[in-house]
């Protein structure tokens, strides 16, 4: 737990080395000590008497970015609480040019996400000495009462993200559809949003042929998840999210190997996302109207399995030749797209998916691949995304590549082929958007599940993209 208290004094001082009139220290520092004022480099000076102070590189370059104080923060957090230390006074010194709010908002939320640990399945739990961390924070400027609610908002979009997380973390033996739509009922009905869960049964009746070719082979039956949050009861304009829910990819009888199969728990991802991200919105109250779907199964082999060669229907009516039982994820979310905005008529759609591995070689785990129908949507999404940091890269819509997925006995094809994979596969789902309205596609291979940590992201589940969704939705 992590409590900022605003114009307040006491505990370990945080020394920043853009302050000037510390320089004589740093400069000690610099010359007797590892210490090298390095951006976001943070070293901890012990003094048996005063209890020592924390030096904190900080550069002012003209490029200095959020995204390097949210480092700068997890860094502080974590040199500060494995020194065991459970109180530090921040005077934040003139950061040029940039806001006092987003500067606050940046360090804390560096903090916040260095507390986050995936621990569930530890017999022994790693024992942080400090339990709760308090922050005595003198900003340049701005009410302090302003500051405490923009801290007290940061806390439930975080809470949104570890959410989201802790979904993505647990291996499909625990999650998997049934128990992912009781974790959205639980977690999203005490906060008023209406959570509906259909059963397979229900989900032949609503016409999801696609979506149960993909769920047949496992004896787990699958779910669709369907959320709405009214914030703004004025209007009657709502933005569908669609998140793939594939709550293990075996790839079917287009099997993974071993290699590639053990992280495969991790492709519901963008449920995960969805699920945290609607549950942020509700617990800052967002005025914003949001339908969350996700059509949750799992993609195994058994003797009910689809098949590669298969033709099967869709929520749409259009066929869908298999040529790769390991393309599922698209085929699943043709329909939840199409149910998205054919049946909830949604204004504007965003699908968030683990699509392709073609996505990671291109863009590593550093960019979700995006594909758009619409630029101007895009470039709203892109503003949010950038200022909270998280990268997001825009790939071409040429129709060029949509004759890839051409079949020759069926409306369309779930692959095409080698070239431009991450293309074709957000391609395909954009097929499946009705009446022609706004989307985007979120590839979300690379930076949804990291193979090991990145500057305040850590190994595994990030929870990418629920920070923007928020930022894009309460501003809308
Ligand atoms: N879930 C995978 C994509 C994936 C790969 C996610 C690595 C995260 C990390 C997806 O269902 C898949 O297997 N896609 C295939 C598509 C291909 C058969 C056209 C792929 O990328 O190989
Ligand atoms: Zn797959
Ligand atoms: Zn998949």
Redesign the pocket.
Known sequence: MINLNFYQNGGIPVIFSSDRSKSELIDWAKNNTTFKAEQAEVYYLPNPESGGLILAGLNLAEDLTFDQLRHLGFKIYKTATTNKIGEIEIMMPPITEKCDFQIMRSIAEGMIQATYKFDRYLSKKDDNPVKDFTVNYTPNNGSAEKMQAEFNKLKDVMDGVFLARDLINQTSNYVYPETLAQAAVDTLQPLGIEVAVYNREQIKKIGMEAFLAVAQGSSKEPRLIVMKYQGNPDSDQFTGLVG?G?TY?S?GY?L?PSD?ME??H??M?GAGTVIGTMYALAKIKAKANVYGVIAACE?LISGTSYKVGDIIGSLSGKTIEI??T?????VTLADAVYYATDNLKVNRVIDL????????VALGEEYTGVITNNDDYYQEFKAAADKVGEKVWLLPNDKKFTELNKSKVADIK???GRLA?TI??GQFIGEFVANNIPWIHLDI??T??LSKENDYLPERATGVHVKALVELLEHQ
Do not use: H, P, Q, W
């Open positions: 793939k594939i990819d790839g287009s993974k590639g992280s495969m991790c492709d991802s993609n040529g790769n390991d393309a599922e994820g698209r998916a683990t699509l392709t591995g073609a996505c990671l779930n692959v095409g994979g074709t596969g291979a690379g949804a599940y």
